[in-house]
């Protein structure tokens, strides 16, 4: 990895053209502030908010069990398992044990509390669905609103997305690295053993060069990402997060023309692997 860490741009307020045209078309990633001044959400979820108001919402979460301290991907992607429990339930065990790999992850939370959409305003705009696209194509083009609840320490290893995303960073702060697509092959693009195309075994943190030499020259760009401001990442960017403290995050991503040619090669791995299998 190279010793000269670069820092991602940063841009108050952009309108949602300027946000198109300087990152979105060109598949730049930037770090937005301003857009959720209205946002409740940013004012009062947190842990002992949703522990009070929703204790029996029923939510999915990713537990880890392991022996050690290490956040090998490689480990993380053949030992996670899926479970479901209630929002005070994970809370409390969160709370009791802080060292857990327990990370609500990923989960649709409207689904379960529709309420909650009353607390942030769309980010609609700016992900630029052309208007003459028919309402239910409009609709199948921006996925589900996606909650992230866990403790400090948590990770979520390297990995790619399929779509543009807009994280937002609600409660506490996180620290994010973020690698071109150009450099996959430096992150061993692609391991198929690990389950799916958009996973790699590097621990982009804490790299072990004996194991993946090849990322020494990776030129990876580096943030921290705090309560209220927006992370565009997108498609096909490799992210890796890392909690500083007890944390909250919502993640809104979206499909386009652009973003399904430039995943053609990571579909076209995953269809010749299961032809072959």
């Given at each position: 990895m190279s010793e000269t860490t670069q820092k991602i741009e940063r841009v108050h307020q952009p309108s949602p053209l300027e946000f198109y045209q300087r990152f979105v078309k060109p598949n730049r990633p930037v770090v937005l502030s301003g857009l959720t001044g209205g946002w409740e959400a940013i004012k009062k979820w947190s842990p002992d908010y949703f522990r009070t108001n929703y204790p029996n919402a029923k939510v999915a979460y990713t537990a880890w069990d392991r022996s050690d301290s290490g956040d090998d991907p490689t480990a993380y992607y053949r030992n996670r398992?899926?479970?479901t429990t209630t929002l005070g339930q994970f809370i409390d065990s969160m709370n009791q044990s802080p060292s857990t790999r327990d990370y609500i992850s990923q989960f649709p939370i409207l689904?379960?509390?529709?309420?909650?959409?009353?607390?942030?305003?769309?980010?609609?705009?700016?992900?630029?669905?052309p208007e003459l696209y028919p309402?239910?194509?409009?609709?199948?083009?921006?996925?589900?609103?996606?909650?992230?609840?866990?403790?400090?320490?948590?990770?979520t290893?390297?990995?790619?997305?399929?779509?543009?995303?807009?994280?937002?960073?609600?409660?506490?702060h996180k620290k994010l690295i973020l690698i071109p697509p150009q450099q996959s092959n430096l992150l061993?693009?692609?391991?198929?053993?690990?389950?799916?195309v958009n996973f790699s075994p590097v621990d982009v943190e804490a790299p072990d060069f004996e194991r993946f030499p090849r990322f020494r020259d990776a030129t990876p760009l580096e943030l921290e990402l705090g309560p209220g401001e927006v992370l565009f990442i997108p498609v096909r960017w490799w992210h890796?997060?890392?909690a500083l403290e007890q944390t909250i995050s919502m993640n809104f991503w979206w499909f386009s023309?652009?973003?399904?040619?430039?995943m053609w090669h990571p579909y076209l791995v995953y269809k010749m692997s299961r032809l072959f299998r």
């Amino acid at each position: 990895m190279s010793e000269t860490t670069q820092k991602i741009e940063r841009v108050h307020q952009p309108s949602p053209l300027e946000f198109y045209q300087r990152f979105v078309k060109p598949n730049r990633p930037v770090v937005l502030s301003g857009l959720t001044g209205g946002w409740e959400a940013i004012k009062k979820w947190s842990p002992d908010y949703f522990r009070t108001n929703y204790p029996n919402a029923k939510v999915a979460y990713t537990a880890w069990d392991r022996s050690d301290s290490g956040d090998d991907p490689t480990a993380y992607y053949r030992n996670r398992k899926r479970r479901t429990t209630t929002l005070g339930q994970f809370i409390d065990s969160m709370n009791q044990s802080p060292s857990t790999r327990d990370y609500i992850s990923q989960f649709p939370i409207l689904n379960e509390l529709p309420q909650l959409t009353d607390d942030f305003q769309s980010l609609d705009a700016y992900m630029n669905i052309p208007e003459l696209y028919p309402a239910k194509l409009r609709r199948k083009l921006r996925k589900a609103a996606t909650l992230w609840l866990g403790p400090k320490g948590i990770v979520t290893p390297v990995h790619f997305d399929s779509a543009h995303n807009l994280l937002v960073q609600i409660r506490g702060h996180k620290k994010l690295i973020l690698i071109p697509p150009q450099q996959s092959n430096l992150l061993y693009y692609p391991r198929l053993e690990l389950g799916h195309v958009n996973f790699s075994p590097v621990d982009v943190e804490a790299p072990d060069f004996e194991r993946f030499p090849r990322f020494r020259d990776a030129t990876p760009l580096e943030l921290e990402l705090g309560p209220g401001e927006v992370l565009f990442i997108p498609v096909r960017w490799w992210h890796y997060a890392r909690a500083l403290e007890q944390t909250i995050s919502m993640n809104f991503w979206w499909f386009s023309i652009d973003s399904l040619r430039r995943m053609w090669h990571p579909y076209l791995v995953y269809k010749m692997s299961r032809l072959f299998r």
